[in-house]
């Protein structure tokens, strides 16, 4: 079996399925919706599971459409084959509703790739009982993203009352200081509450690929266990 | 009168007092202890009221040391005629333990000037329950000056809380990501929290100045009333 | 009674007003107009006091416009509920002709919260008299909002002539070398006239919600006075 | 029971090992001798498990040492009460030598509060044999940290070899356009291998604290297993 | 003969090909088509071999295009009087899809000066025996372009694999932290794997100068051989 | 007299003329067509001299065109009751095509205050014998204005030519790491060539009006010799 | 005559004063003593006039001692055959007591090139009043060098003032967000008084040395007008 | 046979020597002087052809000096088994005194792996006479090392005099808007001259690797050609 594919703009990596447990998902921006197309037809032939494509204008969604799988325009993610629902429950939490759209990516990630996902929007530090109010749900989930632009404040307060991973998503949302997330950025990575880890700039993606790793180690030790 | 009289190597400002209420304030770096006495001996003659220099190391301080001030080596501010305490309480508040030395220079300018200060040290998000348990206090103050490093979340936190003033002093305290200050900076400008003011990195004078300007509009407020 | 009501895109914060004596302003940016009406509807339902949506863009504004608030194109705002003047004097002071839509938004939300404003405008160091000329009159303000791009340098010489707080808004006016408003935020920030505070690029808002501060914490030193 | 203990300079967390199951580490740098050993006195007397202080210099170690604690100057991390190894192995893997002081503290950190440590050092990509000869190893960890400075490519190639959590640190390795370890921090950022998680440069503490809070998982899992 | 010749706008080097064995080659943007056209009708009269417009949008090409030149709308490079292939050949290698328009600029440029030229499209290390499948082809080159946005870590493994000549060239692709191509850079110019050479972002055309080069000294030490 | 005359949106500057032989040059951007008119009418009616308005689109100057001013597309420069040429000459030497609208708003201002102009265009170094050609008459100027893009080296290599001063207008032409003009800024201010000024990116305005400022001493000087 | 004398370490262009009428001005720091010594031997034999040492630490000044130049510790300056005052005057104006080692650097420059000097230390706009009340004598002068750190506004204010060129100087004066002078750089750069020239952070040297290429071209002038 | 020596602080890597044409070359920072010996000691033993430290301090030289290697203290590289001088000849070109010890690099480097150097120094642009009376002995090398501080100008120049390869290397000589070798960095990656390399601030050891692998390819060229 061949451990990747040559399509000339692209080479296929056909045994990513079978290192990390999830097939190759396809970034949208600077491929053109034939390439997608074409990329999506490999993966769909040569795995198993979910097929995700992130970051797709509804332009190429529709050039792409007729094969059938789902386009969510919010998260700007498309879908074929989602998994079923697991173990592993993610805390996704916002700090504004400008944070939406990258929270929409996480959830519609996260969601396809077979992780159970509770949303806790717009509960920044500005008003902070309404954090304290779900603090107990938060604490519940396996494992926290915190998803934040202007000075992200919320990934240090979140860190301090969890125990759990708490996977950091700095935003662009804000302006002039915000740096277009670049503060947010810095912010959370010099959090003062210990452990908190931090993914790129807007990367609801990225967020949702942490938690999958974190899922694979938890389905290896489960398995281990029995 | 003169408005200023130049020495040479300085140009002392005499109409300051009568502007805003206050001397000249002499910032020790890059002057020789003897430029430093000559300054704060004009002073002394030709103003009233609390004189004093800030950044001063101790061997500077002991040069200059037989003028009778008052020297305070962890706060390095020296200090003449300290005013007596009056109407305005300052709330200094510090993230974390090493964000001390700027708190010890806010609240040496701030009680010099004739502020009233309360001190809530070492209150920062990690440990939220610390912080909230003395909220009350803290929005009983007329002023609150937030101060911390790393990722400087203390500011926003505390302004979402209080209806006051905040004034926000970022510190250098953190390493790495942390800039040296300029993380912290950006992130305090930053605030989730409306309303939120910053001073230069590690400038705890700076925001005893801010509070100093916020007694100046008091006071005048206060003598309209009557 | 409820402190938050989550709409499920936003959370809003009904004890804002209360903690703050002012209801949560909306920042329009990154909502869509039917997500600004359901919370704008709230605030009114369920607060009292002046509500407001800041950096509301006119076809968005058209959008709500059916909730009769007063919209004004040039600071972007829209009013609903305006406090009445009240005692507090800011003097709005800008250095040049490009500032003029930053000191639009603070003069916009100064006036719906029941500020007094003055405006001095276009009164940048280049040609000082044109400044010398006002400054008895911006002395008598209550507090100073100096509002510069490039170089920021009438936040400094501003902060020099009066003895009152100054809040200094950086504007991105001005290209290369200002780095959008980078320089004149830096340039405050250091400014040699002590006790300036800053606020985040282009905040006309931010500069009078600091102005809102401090006419709470007049408020409370006049109501303790009596 | 109190929640945290105000010592003035410092007010110790006393309710963290509940929320988080660990006890709160003392950052040694702008702390004195004997505030650290107050500090640290306090947390064996009201917590159990394991009490650890960061970054102490040999001087400071001296000058604490007669409380028994284990330092360990290589990593300058002293310890008392370390936990026994527990179930989570921790694969700490290096691209260079000069990478070791920052792999030395996540490793103390790491053992002492009871995860099982396999360390790879010196496996950089510019003789790619060396990491690919180990590679198999790495994959049987549970979570790895990959250490690596100038331009920190070892975490996209650790990252696009294993399926487990893989928390990356920058280091201030290298010199000119490394930047201090800003040029690895960006680049672990935008690993093109999905998930990656960053903390702070030189952080080992950080990373074996992201560690500490998969553990915390883990072990909810296996409880609720049951 | 005249070294160079002034059209006011422009001022042709018309030394350069005996200098440095290929005559100017036109960067496109600001230049007007009908400067374009100018300059290249010199270049045509006054030198032999290729000439070549880089950067050349399809509008501007368009408007030029009656002079019989041959247009690549890719990677947007205009050509008259290609080289023959000559003896040097540059592998050009991309770590992704997104890499694609920088790649065609360096080949298109390349080939049309006389180099032979390998392609290796999408081998980004996420997927690392992509890159391995090809390694003994990637060594064979006689000069490797590394090409690749993100963390830009194909340059140092590539660099590992190979004893040759390594030219790295950064892109734009990506987003939030891989700052327009900036991290790339950095990350190329602290390679770990020593003697990479860097040129400018998204500068195909700089790879295949830099590669020109090379041919220009391996030319003449093989005629010195003779 | 006047010295300033409030419009509301602007305070136009009276005295300057007085100050700097020079009426206030009117900056377009942020401005509306109809304030520039206005502002260009008072200085029409109270000053004499040259009027000018800088960086004016071609619909804005439609828009107040007619008020019979001159207006060049290629500069955007409006300027009424231009100035007789007098006894200063400025070489204006630029390196490249695309540093041309640079020159042209330097050229288009020098001229209209009534400097002398001489131009070399597209003369940079990568062609060095270029530059060598007419370094006898960039010589004989009283002041040379170099701009350039890119890494601007031309302003060192002219400052080590000449004797006269060098005003180094960094430009925006360039790509990636040119930073948009900040590289270019960058290298001129650290030109080893001693002696030479730097004026804001891209601003030609800044260069002819330093050089207004030269030719303000020379004739004062001039007028002393007499 | 030899254009330059090769010494290995060093290669001496003896034609500079013939180019710029003025011998090179040696760099010191990155010198040894006896390199530097045997430079200035060079130029002391090869050429007339003023030969001058920058930069030169008190331990390598006493190296070189016994050659009889003059060594002004605190300007850091060594001057053999100084130059007799000539027409030009260059008024140096300073913000701050901390500017001086700036302001040293450029008098001793000037005086030794034969530029007449008078200064104005000390003169910030943090007390206007002590600028304007020596404006009218800054305004005599021919050029004006204005040295500031921090914010930098003292450029704008005094260029504001005067019609003659202005030659900004920012100074690494200050502390955090004044970045070691790139504020101060930035924002002298930015400055919205038109025609300020910008050198070097803590350039005393770039600006005499800008004022000497003003002398040039003023010399020029008059020789003409004979 | 073993592909890499482990020794726990570090890994050795054996094959570079068959995949690279040298040995691993030790890069002495961060590592003690018994772990370099110890490093030094394997290549020695497993490897033939030159072994050199780089970047070695004179005690750390000291420390391991018994083991016959030869050290420079001005180049900090200790080395041994120096290969004899062959076919390729690289032109070391400086800009000024200050880059020399970046020279002294590159050349001991170069020399100890068996190339050709030929020095050219303190030729930098601002005295361009010099440069341009050896551009015919430069033109003669096989490939160019520039070295340059400050604006860095002298690679454009250079690349624009001849057709071979340049490696220009970035000093950090300079200060201020220097920025440490940042800017000359910049602007040598945007050298308006075509085809310029770029290798790390003060990396004189990467211009010597990558002229080794000129050197390669040139070496398998000729091969070829027999």
Chains 1, 2, 3, 4, 5, 6, 7, 8 share one sequence.
Not at 104 to 114: K, L, P, R, S, Y
């Amino acid at each position: 079996v061949a451990a990747s594919l040559p399509l000339g703009f692209a080479n296929v990596d056909l045994a990513r399925q079978n290192r990390q447990g999830l097939a190759e998902i396809v970034y949208g921006p600077g491929k053109r919706p034939e390439e997608i197309a074409a990329i999506v037809r490999v993966l769909l032939d040569r795995t198993s599971g979910p097929v995700l494509v992130t970051r797709l204008e509804p332009a190429a969604a529709a050039a792409i459409g007729d094969m059938t799988g789902h386009y969510d325009p919010r998260s700007r993610v498309m879908c074929w084959r989602p998994a079923a629902p697991r173990e592993m429950t993610v805390a996704i939490v916002t700090a504004g509703t400008a944070d939406g759209p990258v929270a929409d990516e996480a959830v519609a990630v996260a969601t396809a790739i077979g992780l159970r996902v509770r949303q806790f929007r717009d509960v920044g530090v500005a008003g902070l009982h309404r954090l304290l109010a779900v603090a107990d749900d938060i604490c519940a989930a396996d494992v926290v993203v915190a998803i934040a632009g202007m000075e992200g404040a919320l990934a240090s307060v979140v860190a301090g009352l969890v125990g759990v991973p708490v996977v950091a998503v700095p935003t662009s949302a804000g302006y002039g200081a915000a740096l277009e997330g670049v503060t947010a950025l810095l912010a959370m990575l010099t959090s003062c509450a210990a452990g908190v880890c931090v993914v790129n700039i807007d990367s609801g993606f990225g967020a949702a690929m942490a938690a999958h790793r974190l899922a694979f180690t938890a389905r290896r030790l489960r398995a281990e266990a029995r």
